[in-house]
């Protein structure tokens, strides 16, 4: 399977931006979604994940009430709308797709990666 993330970009803090992830490939398969991300200087940490047939939904607790993820099965797209960012939101964002039970269950992600869109959020 391939990812490719956009909608990456500059904003302000308060502001909104909101990134997808397009799938191709055997994405019939995948068991769940997910986006990760990557600040300078620090690990890459879990964002939020969505599983495929109920779309059950799980979110890192920095970001709960203020991000939604989605998706569009029929454009085979996952999206991150991200409200009322905050300089603490700035880093790489990554899309991640799982076959197994990793990511639904909350243990880690997938082996399927993008190749990351950036956000900076200015204050």
């Known amino acids: 399977v391939q990812l490719v993330e956009s909608g990456g970009g500059l904003v302000q803090a308060g502001d909104s931006l909101r990134l997808s992830c397009a799938a191709s490939g055997s994405t019939s398969s995948i068991d769940a979604m997910g986006w990760y991300r990557q600040a300078p200087g620090k690990q890459r940490g879990f964002v939020a994940r969505?599983?495929?047939?109920?779309?059950?939904?799980m979110y890192a607790d920095s970001v709960k009430g203020r991000f939604t993820i989605s998706r569009d099965n029929a454009r085979n797209t996952m999206y991150l709308q991200m409200n009322d960012v905050k300089p603490e939101d700035t880093a790489v964002y990554y899309c991640?797709?799982?076959?197994?039970?990793?990511?639904?269950?909350?243990?880690?992600?997938?082996?399927?990666w993008g190749q990351g869109t950036q956000v900076t959020v200015s204050s």
């Open positions: 969505i599983t495929s047939g109920d779309d059950n939904t």
């Open positions: 991640n797709a799982d076959f197994a039970l990793t990511l639904r269950m909350g243990i880690g992600p997938g082996d399927y």
